[in-house]
């Protein structure tokens, strides 16, 4: 059974990111026979990663459960807010710590032999695209097959009805091709491992 994890890279509580991701879910559960996750990042409540605080303490419990969810999963989707055109210091944090948690081979728990569909919505113009570059770069190092197609909602304080739907046809359309590739991604990933 193939599992897949969505979230966002955000806390907040009416963020629009976590909308997209909702949106994602709703996609997944429609059109495909896999297991999906909602991760909600302000349940898994961090400290900012410090190597002495890991030294003195270990690795904290929250990074460990995110780290079996994400180990169980076959792929993961993320809807990444854009901060200063990159990623946003909780994304980057929980990456951070979910990097520490290795096999003793020392390949990576979390993210070893995942794929990855990134989207991302913003009020601005872009979608938030450029923050995307970075978070592609960053999973890449961590050994994680990034899907090359991607979503970007533009004017995301107009992109959802009061249902949490996606407006604009065009956009809908997108999220069925990103995901759709996504799904083909997954399953060609999983023969090869
Ligand atoms: C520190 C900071 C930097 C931001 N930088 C950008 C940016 O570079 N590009 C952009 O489109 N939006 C930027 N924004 C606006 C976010 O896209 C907006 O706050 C969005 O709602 C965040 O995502 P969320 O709704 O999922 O929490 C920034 C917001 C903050 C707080």
């Not at 901060?83 to 990097?99: C, E, F, G, M, Q």
Request: one cysteine or more.
């Amino acid at each position: 059974m193939t599992e897949i994890l969505v979230l966002a890279g955000s806390a907040r509580r009416d963020s629009f990111n976590r909308r997209l991701a909702r949106c994602a879910l709703d996609w997944l559960q429609e059109h495909t026979s896999a297991t999906c996750t909602e991760v909600d990042l302000a349940k898994f409540e961090m400290p900012l990663y410090d190597a002495d605080l890991e030294a003195s303490r270990g690795i904290p419990e929250t990074v460990v459960r995110l780290a079996e969810l994400f180990a169980r999963a076959d792929g993961v989707v993320l809807a990444c807010p854009e901060y200063n055109a990159s990623i946003t210091p909780l994304l980057k944090n929980t990456i951070d710590w979910l990097s520490r948690v290795k096999r003793d081979d020392g390949s990576f728990v979390a993210f070893a032999g995942k794929s990855a569909a990134l989207m991302s919505a913003s009020p601005g113009g872009l979608g938030g695209l450029r923050g995307l570059v970075h978070v592609t770069q960053i999973l890449s190092a961590l050994q994680v097959v990034v899907l090359p197609q991607q979503l970007a909602v533009a004017r995301a304080h107009e992109a959802f009805d009061a249902d949490g739907r996606l407006v604009d046809p065009g956009t809908r359309e997108r999220l069925d091709a990103v995901l759709g590739a996504f799904m083909k991604l997954v399953t060609a990933i999983r023969h090869l491992s």
